[in-house]
């Protein structure tokens, strides 16, 4: 997993409510075990009108906005059913960071797991963030433990054990990999016939 430290960028306001993870990608696009290539459905319905094109009116498809590697949004984050394709399909659109009032629990995990960052700032926050200018880049600093935007420089709590794993990129193999001198030592405590079998 890449490492997260900080990520500066431009950053995009969504600022609905209850974004749920079919929101996020339609169970249409779930067929894909990769997690690549999902980034061109994120949103789907909102971000395309019923003939396949653009919607001019969602933020996505502004030219400014095009390139936002930071999502602001509304509370409840992520709700709705355990698909990890919604955290695949925002890092495969290309952000990193997703500000909101809240997560839902699984989303979270699916999200720190992916590398993706879900800050949680007051609504206050969010509002003044989702207001700044398009040109101002916004910072997520998970060291830090603050947004920063200008003149503007925002707070946020983190878990302790997820952040030491962004901070320096462990995901799940990562870290089991880093026992692997202790794991071949305890395979070469399996009686012979585990270890035949291991190698058929």
Request: net charge negative; hydrophobic share 40%.
């Amino acid at each position: 997993m890449e490492k997260f430290i900080q990520h500066t960028g431009i950053l995009v306001p969504i600022m609905n409510d209850n974004i749920d993870t079919d929101q996020l990608i339609p169970k249409a696009y779930l067929k894909r075990v990769e997690k690549t290539g999902f980034g061109k459905y994120l949103f789907d319905e909102w971000r395309y009108l019923p003939d396949g094109s653009d919607n001019p009116k969602f933020p996505l498809n502004d030219p400014d906005y095009r390139q936002a590697t930071i999502l602001v949004a509304g509370d409840n984050f992520g709700s709705g059913s355990s698909r990890e394709h919604a955290a695949w399909a925002l890092k495969d659109y290309g952000f990193r960071a997703i500000i909101a009032g809240s997560f839902s629990d699984i989303f979270f995990m699916n999200a720190t797991k992916n590398g993706l960052v879900p800050v949680t700032l007051p609504q206050a926050a969010r509002e003044q963030l989702a207001k700044i200018s398009r040109m101002t880049p916004v910072t997520v600093d998970l060291e830090q433990q603050e947004v920063r935007a200008g003149e503007y420089v925002y707070p946020f709590a983190f878990d302790a054990t997820w952040r030491e794993k962004l901070l320096n990129g462990l995901d799940d193999i990562a870290i089991t990999l880093a026992d692997e001198d202790q794991i071949e030592s305890y395979e070469q405590t399996i009686p012979a016939y585990w270890q035949k079998a291991k190698q058929q």
